[in-house]
């Protein structure tokens, strides 16, 4: 079976600073896809980013890129520009190619420090 | 459309009482997900549909756990008989719409539902 881990429970950055947050994971596919979710205090879950496996160029959304290392089984967030907003757990997720279910990590708890 | 949206968004309940959730995916999505989520935790999945097919259970999904998508549309999760450890929020997301003319598998989520179980 396919995991996700976080090997970071919090995370703290300075705003406007930059971060990085740390994902591995653990599969036998070669087709697959990565995300990184923002879930905000008491509000819903939301798609930072996402990053398909048979792609080697690094996904980007403005101020947030992916390090995706394919070999590594490695998918690392960056966030530059740190602002007060992105404040959150983040959760780095896995699903194979054929639309099944995420596979989610324990998640990363971001705070930003004025 | 405004997304997904789940009903209700809190539920407190007392241990052994019966508990059904509801959830409306963006219209023009055909799959619909159902995970939980415990304190900490990231969410595990339970079940999904592809329309009005119920395609996947997880062994999390006991025998006391049912979901149903009558019409390939909004989907309801209930729970007999619930426990303590029942309490969590109960996720729904949907996926498989277009999005700029490209078929998105990329799924969106709900606000959740909080279930308590005194």
């Known amino acids: 079976a396919q995991t996700v881990t976080q090997s970071q429970p919090e995370m703290s950055v300075q705003e406007a600073e930059t971060v990085t947050l740390s994902c591995t994971y653990d599969t036998s596919e070669s087709d697959y896809y990565l995300f990184w979710y923002k879930q905000p205090p008491s509000r819903q879950m939301i798609l930072v980013i996402r990053q398909e496996a048979y792609k080697q160029q690094n996904a980007t959304e403005n101020r947030f890129s992916v390090n995706f290392q394919k070999a590594a089984k490695s998918f690392s967030l960056k966030i530059s520009d740190s602002q007060l907003g992105d404040a959150a757990m983040y959760f780095c997720a896995y699903r194979d190619s054929g639309n099944t279910p995420l596979v989610f990590g324990k998640g990363t708890r971001l705070s930003v420090i004025a | 459309d405004t997304g997904v949206s789940q009903d209700p968004r809190h539920k407190i309940t007392k241990r052994g009482q019966n508990v059904t959730f509801r959830c409306d995916p963006i219209s023009e999505h055909n799959r619909l997900y159902w995970y939980r989520q415990t304190l900490g935790q990231g969410p595990e999945f339970l079940t999904y549909f592809q329309n009005e097919a119920q395609l996947e259970k997880s062994r999390l999904l006991s025998d006391r756990f049912s979901a149903e998508r009558p019409k390939g549309s909004f989907s309801t999760l209930e729970i007999q008989r619930t426990e303590q450890g029942d309490s969590a929020m109960y996720l729904c997301?949907?996926?498989?719409?277009?999005?700029?003319?490209?078929?998105?598998?990329?799924?969106?989520f709900g606000p959740g539902t909080r279930l308590t179980v005194l």
């Open positions: 997301a949907s996926s498989g719409g277009l999005a700029g003319g490209i078929l998105t598998d990329t799924q969106y």
